[in-house]
């Protein structure tokens, strides 16, 4: 079965500390992702990784990096963490699929609920 | 920019009525999902649309893809309480790297 797993659920921080947030997958997949999700904004890209080591910034990378040492996980660092991060912090991973070879799915986790104080 | 809209936003529906989501984009695409997620739990994926004119159905829900309108609907057959969620569509741009843009979500609430 599909797995993706997220280091916490819910974290509380202040503002200014430097914050993981840690996501797993055991699908071998060479697509990971990590996204924002805030009232009546849906879901944003925040960053996203094709393979070990490379990383491509998302709609919204500000304040944010990212950190993909091993296939299976991918890190998101809050560098300093303000007020305006807090948030739902869900990761995905997905196959890479060219077109013609049709669709793919993003598997996502459970997801973190941070809160900086 | 790539922009997904969905309406309505919130919908409120009783038991055994049928209503559709509507999730607009404004690029061209051959690529739609859309996404499930219960209160306080992750997304789970529902539809993978891959062509024009493409119809998938699971139980009471159907997707369809109009890549010319460039419109999906979700639509909802007799709905029942355990549909009741948020449904979000998300778009693959065609000339995209596989970022998938999501809408706002449509959070739908079933009324005994």
């Known amino acids: 079965d599909v797995k993706v797993t997220q280091s916490s659920r819910y974290l509380v921080k202040r503002t200014g500390e430097k914050v993981f947030l840690e996501c797993v997958q055991d699908?071998?997949?060479?697509?990971m992702f990590w996204y924002r999700q805030d009232p009546g904004l849906g879901l944003r890209l925040i960053y996203f990784?094709?393979?070990?080591?490379?990383?491509e910034k998302g709609d919204i990378p500000e304040g944010y990096s990212v950190s993909r040492e091993k296939k299976e996980r991918f890190s998101l660092i809050l560098e300093s963490a303000s007020t305006n991060q807090t948030s739902m912090y869900l990761c995905?991973?997905?196959?890479?699929?060219?077109?013609?070879?049709?669709?793919?799915?993003?598997?996502f986790g459970p997801g973190t609920r941070l809160l900086v104080l | 920019e790539l922009k997904v809209e969905q309406n309505p936003l919130f919908l409120s529906m009783q038991e055994g009525k049928n209503y559709t989501i509507y999730c607009n984009y404004s690029?061209?695409?051959?690529?739609l999902y859309w996404y499930r997620q219960d209160p306080g739990k992750s997304l789970e994926s529902l539809f993978v649309?891959?062509?024009?004119?493409a119809v998938k159905q699971e139980g009471r829900l159907m997707a369809s893809l109009d890549t010319k309108a460039r419109l999906s609907t979700l639509h909802i057959t007799a709905a029942v309480h355990d549909l009741s969620a948020t449904y979000f569509c998300?778009?693959?741009?065609?000339?995209?790297?596989?970022?998938?843009?999501f809408g706002t979500g449509t959070r739908l609430t079933i009324i005994p």
């Open positions: 998300a778009v693959d741009p065609l000339f995209g790297n596989e970022k998938l843009t």
């Open positions: 995905a991973s997905s196959l890479p699929s060219p077109r013609d070879k049709g669709g793919w799915t993003q598997y």
């Open positions: 699908m071998d997949h060479e697509n």
């Open positions: 690029t061209t695409s051959d690529r």
């Open positions: 649309l891959l062509s024009n004119g």
């Open positions: 990784s094709y393979d070990v080591k490379m990383k």
